[in-house]
């Protein structure tokens, strides 16, 4: 089992561990943490969530590039369609998520956090969404959530150039709540003050806060149709081969 539920009272935690490549994930570790989402979901007696990735180093570093190396539009788009509903379950599940960042949360990790109503971060974590220097785009709703918790500027800023923040810029330009350690400790914290609150009036704010969700779907759909250009083959194949990529501009 690479993705874990464990409980502190009314408080669950999923934990996402695949250390050997940073919590990357992979078709079975999404559709695990899918999983296990979607049962916390239907779960009343679990009142708040809290995900973050096993070890010192990742939050979760992205999707697993190895893996989508080789994935035609298609498939992409399947991939891409498994990574928004885990993002989606986050963000619509009636009852508080909290992202939890430990170190590296990049690519489909940041865009989990960004699903997520909440999100704090270690003094070590670092985010961002690098997909365009492997010749694609954020797929798990990214473009959408990152426009809207942090203005169009900022999402722009860090989908355009792929440059990764700190957490004290992170939390400057809104990406997290808070700077804490160790911040697992201060998540269940926050969980746990929340969870003392009344379930219903909760569910009714994160449903309301949430109206005007976006154009997700359309997202979905640009981001496989990235998979049949040559740009997206060749700069997810330098990753593996630990290159730098060579774009031809189709
Ligand atoms: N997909 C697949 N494997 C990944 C991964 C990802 N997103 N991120 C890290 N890994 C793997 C590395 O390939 C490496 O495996 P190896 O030991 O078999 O080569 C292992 O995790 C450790 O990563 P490494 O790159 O050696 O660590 P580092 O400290 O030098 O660099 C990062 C850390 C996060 C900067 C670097 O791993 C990275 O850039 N990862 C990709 C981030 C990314 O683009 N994510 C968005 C994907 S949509």
């Known amino acids: 089992m690479s993705v874990t ?6 408080v669950a935690v999923v934990t996402i561990d695949r250390q050997d490549a940073l919590n990357a994930l992979n078709v079975e570790t999404l559709t695990e943490l899918r999983d296990r989402l979607r049962e916390l979901a239907a779960d009343d007696s679990a009142q708040v969530v809290v995900l973050t990735g096993a070890g010192d180093r990742a939050f979760v570093a992205g999707a697993d590039i190895k893996y989508m190396s080789g994935l035609g539009a298609d498939e992409a788009k399947e991939w891409g369609a498994l990574g928004h509903e885990a993002a989606r379950l986050l963000e619509e599940m009636p009852k ?3 992202a939890a960042i430990n170190g590296f949360a990049l690519g489909g990790g940041c865009e989990l956090a960004l699903g997520c109503d909440l999100r704090y971060a270690s003094s070590r974590a670092r985010l961002g ?6 010749g694609i785009v954020p797929g798990w709703g990214g473009t959408q959530r990152l426009a809207r918790i942090c203005g ?3 999402a722009k800023d860090l989908i355009f150039t792929g440059r990764m923040v700190e957490a004290e810029e992170a939390l400057r330009i809104g990406l997290v709540s ?3 350690d160790p911040v697992l400790d201060h998540s269940i914290e926050v ?3 929340l969870a003392a ?3 219903v009036a909760l569910g009714v704010a994160k449903r309301l806060l949430n109206l005007s969700p976006g154009a997700l779907d359309r997202e979905a759909e640009e981001f496989g149709d990235l998979f049949a250009t040559e740009d997206a083959k060749e700069g997810l194949a330098a990753f593996a081969e630990k290159r730098a990529p060579r774009f031809v501009g189709r």
């Open 5 to 10: 539920a464990g409980r502190d009272g009314a």
């Open 96 to 98: 508080p998520t909290i």
């Open 129 to 134: 969404q690098p997909e365009i220097d492997l």
């Open 152 to 154: 169009l500027g900022v």
């Open 178 to 180: 808070a700077i804490a």
């Open 191 to 193: 969980a746990q003050k």
């Open 197 to 199: 609150k009344s379930p």
